[in-house]
């Protein structure tokens, strides 16, 4: 019902940069009642956990994890249900496949649901 696709990644050097990009389609975003809660990007580096990278909120409000704070930043074109990840600073360690996700919910007479979609994930490689 919603559908998810990343853009960006790449390899770089320690000290680049990359922007992430996201686009959400689907016709569960025009349907009555629904609204997306938040949007955000995760990372899951090999044998390790998906992590918590970047959330930004309906309301605009965003969370980042302590390790990229100063040097990522989170936007959103609520228009184009598109949500962003610019990189700064880039370390070996941002290393991993980053996956956007968005939380909606979707409010009818009868009840509320909420729903959770992922992307495919987009590879960064970040060298010495």
């Known amino acids: 019902q919603v559908q998810l696709v990343e853009s960006g990644g790449g390899s770089v050097q320690t000290g680049g940069s990359l922007k992430l990009s996201c686009v959400a389609s689907?016709?569960?975003?025009?349907?009555?009642?629904?609204?997306?809660?938040?949007m955000g990007w995760y990372r899951q580096a090999p044998g390790k956990q998906r992590e918590m990278i970047a959330v930004?909120?309906?309301?605009?409000?965003?969370n980042y994890r302590d390790s990229v704070k100063g040097r990522f930043t989170i936007s959103r074109d609520s228009v184009k249900n598109s949500v962003y990840l610019q990189m700064n600073s880039l370390k070996p360690e941002d290393t991993g496949v980053y996956y956007c996700?968005?939380?909606?919910?979707?409010?009818?007479?009868?009840?509320?649901?909420?729903?959770?979609?992922w992307g495919q994930g987009t590879q960064v490689t970040v060298s010495e």
């Open positions: 689907g016709s569960l975003l025009n349907a009555e009642g629904f609204s997306i809660d938040s």
């Open positions: 930004i909120s309906r309301g605009g409000s965003s």
């Open positions: 996700n968005l939380e909606g919910t979707r409010v009818t007479v009868i009840d509320s649901y909420d729903y959770d979609y």
